[in-house]
T-cell receptor
Framework: GAVVSQHPSRVICKSGTSVKIECRSL??????MFWYRQFPKQSLMLMAT?????????EQGVEKDKFLINHASLTLSTLTVTSAHPEDSSFYIC??????????????FGEGSRLTVL | GQNIDQPTEMTATEGAIVQINCTYQ??????LFWYQQHAGEAPTFLSY??LDGLEEKGRFSSFLSRSKGYSYLLLKELQMKDSASYLC??????????WGAGTKLIIKP
């Protein structure tokens, strides 16, 4: 099946710094990628839809200036958490659909990135 | 509003069978997904149902009734490694995925 890779898997940073998380589709081109956030024991929360070559679409309540998304190529989307604070500590997951794959609409997920802000 | 309901937690015995239910109310329907998620890891795809009926895939089966807004995931011959959270998700009329909160399945020896 299609592979989506996310990096880094774990990151610890100081409050006030910025952190970049990369999401790559390894064997297919993804015009659209999705960024999720998941708190412990809670479901996935869609943060934004990343569109190649255009601005991301953010869900209600998600600060676009706080969570910068760049989808510069068909295989790479990045999420930058700017001026991170402890409340930003969470598990961030990206996903993508393989447009050339099965038509089930199956999402392929990256491994996830656990962010801890001290 | 849109809503996905599934039990918060279930416990079962190794070797047994367990059924995890999911009910949904969404604006439109373009398929229902089940994902497995181990603690600290990203979800992995288990099944997809868009028509009524039962889809069997090895030890896992998924059932859908669109008229009832209901699905279940059936796990047979439970193994300890099946201990995980199971997420039900529905794709609505805008092809957006609406996620349930997940069911934590605990397998006991």
């Amino acid at each position: 099946g299609a592979v989506v890779s996310q990096h880094p898997s774990r990151v610890i940073c100081k409050s006030g710094t910025s952190v970049k998380i990369e999401c790559r589709s390894l064997d297919f081109q993804a015009t659209t990628m999705f960024w999720y956030r998941q708190f412990p024991k809670q479901s996935l929360m869609l943060m934004a839809t990343s569109n190649e070559g255009s601005k991301a679409t953010y869900e209600q309540g998600v600060e676009k200036d706080k969570f910068l998304i760049n989808h510069a190529s068909l295989t790479l989307s990045t999420l930058t958490v700017t001026s991170a604070h402890p409340e930003d500590s969470s598990f961030y997951i990206c996903s993508a659909r393989d447009p050339g794959g099965s038509d089930t609409g199956e999402l392929f997920f990256g491994e996830g990135s656990r962010l801890t802000v001290l | 509003g849109q809503n996905i309901d599934q039990p918060t937690e279930m416990t079962a015995t190794e070797g047994a069978i367990v059924q995890i239910n999911c009910t949904y109310q969404t604006s439109g329907f373009n398929g229902l997904f089940w994902y497995q998620q181990h603690a600290g890891e990203a979800p992995t795809f288990l099944s997809y149902n868009v028509l009524d009926g039962l889809e069997e895939k090895g030890r896992f089966s998924s059932f859908l009734s669109r008229s009832k807004g209901y699905s279940y995931l059936l796990l047979k011959e439970l193994q300890m490694k099946d201990s995980a959270s199971y997420l039900c998700a529905v794709m609505d009329s805008n092809y957006q995925l609406i996620w349930g909160a997940g069911t934590k399945l605990i397998i006991k020896p």
